[in-house]
């Protein structure tokens, strides 16, 4: 239901063949569609604040000494395959266009709970569920980095930031990257490994700064992080309906909250949701109408069964549950 609410959204403006608009009721903000940072920043933003402020009894800070910072081995036992599957969710997903950090580790952390045999203790700092989406969240930067270098694809706005980096130095990423440039291309892939090198240098040291944020009282807190997020969405386009549009949405992911539906299908519907469109559109464009175009080849076939079978597995699990 999310993922079809986040498709909706997404269609949202004028369609991309014919330039025929949708759903904007006229408005010129609706036009050039939902722009994801307005949607994110109120469904994972002021939905996160207006949750908060709900809940807010009076709630201290843990006081405890900053020592013995590195993991234990209990830990370390814990979290080991936490830690693979968020690796191979992180990675995987980050080759997808449109993924997305963001979404990566709401699904790594999804998949870490649903995965784990005691699930209600998700939520209270859990070793596996930080393991796994922080490992997730490291392992997506690298696989977001294989469609760049390798084709020339940004799989989301921070690798398209680079690829625009890279054509302004006049280097074109795709298929000859690495045989024109070895240099740039194995320093981009030293830089990997020293920039999290240096992360933990610097983080560690750096973690009682952190805690004293958490001590700032919750009635200045909150009105400063709405008013940042008001200032990052005007700063955009200097649009005022932006700001309405993620208030809008604020309130409706509080709603969804409330009601326990997830917000990750969303915001991953809404940004494949006009990639999926162009797509669909072209092919059937190209098959004159006929839908048996997607299985005039065998990768394409191979991967509407599997998609089929899933569904089914799914549809099937879901009943067996109810019967019990």
């Excluded at 939520?123 to 696989?143: H, K, Q, R």
């Excluded at 409706?252 to 539906?261: A, F, N, P």
């Excluded at 991967?303 to 089929?308: G, K, N, P, R, Y």
Aim: charged share 10%; with cysteine; proline share 6%.
């Amino acid at each position: 239901m999310m993922a079809t609410l986040g498709i909706f959204v997404s269609l949202i403006g004028k369609e991309s063949f014919t330039g025929f608009s949708r759903f904007t009721l006229g408005s010129i903000t609706l036009s050039d569609g939902m722009g994801l940072i307005p949607v994110a920043m109120g469904m994972f933003g002021i939905a996160e604040v207006l949750t908060n402020i709900e809940s807010m009894a009076k709630q201290e800070v843990f006081k405890t000494d900053l020592h013995h910072l590195l993991p234990t081995w209990k830990d370390w036992l814990a979290s080991r395959w936490a830690i693979i599957r968020g690796t191979l969710v992180g990675f995987f997903l980050g080759i997808l266009p449109g993924a997305g950090v963001v979404v990566t580790t709401f699904f790594a952390y999804w998949l870490e709970k649903r995965l784990s045999k005691h699930p209600e203790k998700f939520g209270t700092g859990v070793i596996e569920g930080v393991a796994s989406p922080e490992t997730a969240n490291n392992a997506s930067t690298a696989g977001s980095m294989i469609p760049l270098l390798a084709l020339g694809v940004p799989a989301n706005p921070t690798m398209a930031m680079l690829l625009g980096a890279f054509i302004i130095q006049g280097i074109q990423p795709g298929p000859f990257f690495i045989t024109q440039h070895p240099n740039l291309f194995w320093g981009t892939i030293a830089s990997m490994y020293l920039g999290n090198i240096m992360l933990v240098i610097l983080n560690l040291p750096l973690i009682g700064i952190w805690v004293r944020i958490l001590k700032i009282p919750y009635s200045l807190l909150f009105p400063l992080i709405i008013l940042f997020c008001l200032i990052g969405v005007y700063s955009l386009n200097n649009n005022v309906y932006e700001i309405l549009i993620m208030i809008l949405f604020g309130f409706l992911g509080y709603i969804l909250r409330k009601m326990e539906y997830p917000l990750a299908p969303f915001l991953l519907a809404m940004v494949l949701g006009p990639m999926m469109e162009t797509s669909f559109r072209q092919s059937m464009a190209i098959g004159q109408g006929n839908p048996a175009i997607f299985f005039q080849r065998t990768f394409s076939t191979v991967l509407l069964i599997s998609v089929f079978i899933v569904l089914l597995i799914s549809f099937l699990l879901s009943l067996k549950r109810r019967s019990r």
